[in-house]
């Protein structure tokens, strides 16, 4: 069993930056790739960014990519999503995600799921 615990949300004004980070119970290096999702109110939710066990191999959805940036410290057991010039759109609780591969997460499908941590972002 992974518990996995997010922090780092919180209340932001446009253009600003936070940092998600992802803490797992267990070791989680080279078993587990790692992702995270936001789900806005009244929306399902998305898949946002997902790092392999390695962490060689990043893929982004593509309203993120050149503003997040996705990493993980397998010594820490800990993934964290750098976000840069954040958008009211990017307003959703942010979920950190534990799944076999990057294409496992990509279709939605995790193993372990976190929480949830608030981002607001005010226009």
């Known amino acids: 069993q992974v518990q996995l615990v997010e922090s780092g949300g919180g209340l932001v004004q446009a253009g600003a930056s936070l940092r998600l980070s992802c803490a797992a119970s267990?070791?989680?290096?080279?078993?587990?790739?790692m992702g995270w999702f936001r789900q806005a109110p009244g929306k399902e939710r998305e898949y946002v960014a997902a790092?392999?066990?390695?962490?060689?191999?990043?893929n982004y959805v593509d309203s993120v990519k050149g503003r997040f940036t996705i990493s993980r410290d397998n010594a820490k057991n800990t993934v964290y999503l750098q976000m840069n010039s954040l958008k009211p759109e990017d307003t959703a609780v942010y979920f950190c995600?534990?799944?076999?591969?990057?294409?496992?997460?990509?279709?939605?499908?995790?193993?372990?799921w976190g929480q949830g941590t608030q981002v607001t972002v005010s226009s």
């Open positions: 995600a534990a799944g076999p591969t990057i294409s496992d997460l990509g279709r939605g499908s995790a193993d372990y």
């Open positions: 790092i392999s066990g390695s962490g060689l191999v990043r």
């Open positions: 267990v070791r989680t290096r080279s078993t587990y790739a």
